[in-house]
């Protein structure tokens, strides 16, 4: 089956440690993304991409970072440089161009020890 | 600034009364219109889109929603709600050449039998 998966579905952070949340899609898109979702403020997005080796920040990017070295794959990594990161992670992906129908993995919960 | 707004932050509505959901947006250029559900602990799933053409666009779970350019909504409805609808939706608009989706801050919809 085609579709967006991310692991691991739970994720302990310790302080002042960096964490990577994995997202894979083999729906053969070109574009993903990265939002956050804390309650009560909807979705944010951190960063995107719409081809392999470029991507952008979003509206929240500070103490993320990510890569985009297959197009299959996409992964967020929390620094230490962010601050509050106890949320809920989802990655979606979409065709390229816009507008397009984004798709949304099972999403990541960061909670932090 | 493209934004989106959903002014009810809970509804409350008996198995098989109707439902409507709000949503207004925020945006300069033609509006890309999405309405996502999300159950608990989940990832998002599309119910139904507006690119153009028919104002009144229908979606999967007996959903429908209608665009009104002149007020800026695009509104959620059911003539009747299932027991099984009760989650969060979301409404958001598509914006920019990256696709970059802007999400409100959901309803979450409780269903009493």
């Known amino acids: 089956d085609g579709g967006i998966t991310q692991s691991p579905k739970y994720l302990f952070r310790k302080e002042g440690q960096n964490v990577t949340l994995s997202c894979e899609q083999n729906l053969n898109h070109d574009a993903m993304y990265w939002y956050r979702q804390d309650p009560g403020q909807g979705l944010r997005l951190i960063y995107y991409?719409?081809?392999?080796?470029?991507?952008q920040k979003g509206d929240i990017a500070e103490g993320y970072s990510v890569s985009r070295e297959k197009k299959e794959s996409f992964p967020l990594t929390v620094t230490s440089a962010q601050k509050n990161p106890t949320a809920f992670y989802l990655c979606?992906?979409?065709?390229?161009?816009?507008?397009?129908?984004?798709?949304f993995g099972p999403g990541t919960r960061l909670l932090v020890l | 600034a493209q934004s989106v707004t959903q002014p009810d932050i809970h509804i409350t509505v008996s198995e098989g009364a109707s439902l409507e959901l709000r949503c207004n947006y925020s945006?300069?250029?033609?509006?890309?219109l999405f309405w996502y559900v999300q159950s608990p602990g989940q990832g998002l799933q599309l119910l139904l889109k507006?690119?153009?053409?028919?104002?009144l666009v229908q979606g999967i779970k007996g959903f429908e929603a209608e665009f009104k350019r002149s007020q800026s909504s695009f509104n959620l409805r059911k003539p009747s709600v299932h027991w099984s609808d009760a989650a969060e939706y979301f409404c958001?608009?598509?914006?920019?050449?990256?696709?970059?989706?802007?999400f409100g801050t959901g309803t979450s919809l409780t269903v009493i039998p």
């Open positions: 991409s719409q081809i392999v080796n470029d991507f």
């Open positions: 958001a608009v598509g914006a920019g050449t990256g696709n970059q989706f802007y």
């Open positions: 507006y690119f153009s053409g028919d104002t």
């Open positions: 945006y300069g250029a033609t509006p890309y």
């Open positions: 979606a992906s979409s065709v390229s161009g816009a507008p397009k129908t984004q798709y």
